[in-house]
T-cell receptor, first 111, second 112 residues
Framework: AQKITQTQPGMFVQEKEAVTLDCTYD???????LFWYKQPSSGEMIFLIY??????QNATEGRYSLNFQKARKSANLVISASQLGDSAMYFC????????FGKGTHLIIQP | DSGVTQTPKHLITATGQRVTLRCSPR?????VYWYQQSLDQGLQFLIQ???????AKGNILERFSAQQFPDLHSELNLSSLELGDSALYFC???????????FGSGTRLTVV
């Protein structure tokens, strides 16, 4: 069985600062994929970034990057130059039978 | 618009009743996943269908069932509803894992 742990229930960050959202995972599968999703207050789930366990480089998508440390079983999301529109819930997930999600981090960007 | 269509957006029903939630996946996606999001349990995987066949089961109650039709749309049937079934139900579809799973906007079910 897979497990995702997000230890930051909430974070307040000043606009334009970089943000790191923590995620650790547990799996016995030798091959796996890690995802980050954003859920704004409107409720939709927005896919941000994917990291495969055998990918040699950390994934990047625009202002989002994933700090993947396989030995530590961590897959932290880094948001550069945060914006007010980044305020949302952020979920880390691992693929197995469907996606197993963490409990999420509520990120609030302050002007 | 994500390309995954869920109907209805909101549903209010009484305990003991049965409801059907509908999902049309993104064009070309063969896999459909159902998830439940509640304050108590967070986001939980319920069930996956691939091209009409059940592929994987998660924490789906026996009172719940799903199917995927030849046109690839899927329905999630919830019966003998309880107050605790009130939640946001998402459908997601995928083609390639690296492209992520595309979620619909969800159906908010309220059981009263």
């Amino acid at each position: 069985a897979q497990k995702i742990t997000q230890t930051q229930p909430g974070m307040f960050v000043q606009e334009k600062e970089a943000v790191t959202l923590d995620c650790t995972y547990d799996t016995s599968d030798p091959s796996y994929g890690l995802f980050w999703y954003k859920q704004p207050s409107s409720g939709e789930m927005i896919f941000l970034i994917y990291q495969g366990s055998y990918d040699q480089q950390n994934a990047t998508e625009g202002r989002y990057s994933l700090n993947f440390q396989k030995a530590r079983k961590s897959a932290n999301l880094v948001i550069s130059a945060s914006q007010l529109g980044d305020s949302a819930m952020y979920f880390c997930a691992i693929f197995g039978d469907g996606l197993t999600f963490g409990k999420g981090t509520h990120l609030i960007i302050q002007p | 618009d994500s390309g995954v269509t869920q109907t209805p957006k909101h549903l209010i029903t009484a305990t003991g009743q049965r409801v059907t939630l509908r999902c049309s996946p993104r064009s070309g996606d063969l896999s459909v996943y159902w998830y439940q999001q509640s304050l108590d349990q967070g986001l939980q995987f319920l069930i996956q269908y691939y091209n009409g066949e059940e592929r994987a089961k998660g924490n789906i109650l026996e009172r719940f069932s799903a199917q995927q039709f030849p046109d690839l749309h899927s329905e999630l049937n919830l019966s003998s509803l309880e107050l605790g079934d009130s939640a946001l139900y998402f459908c997601a579809s995928s083609t390639r894992t690296v492209d992520g799973y595309t979620f619909g906007s969800g159906t908010r079910l309220t059981v009263v």
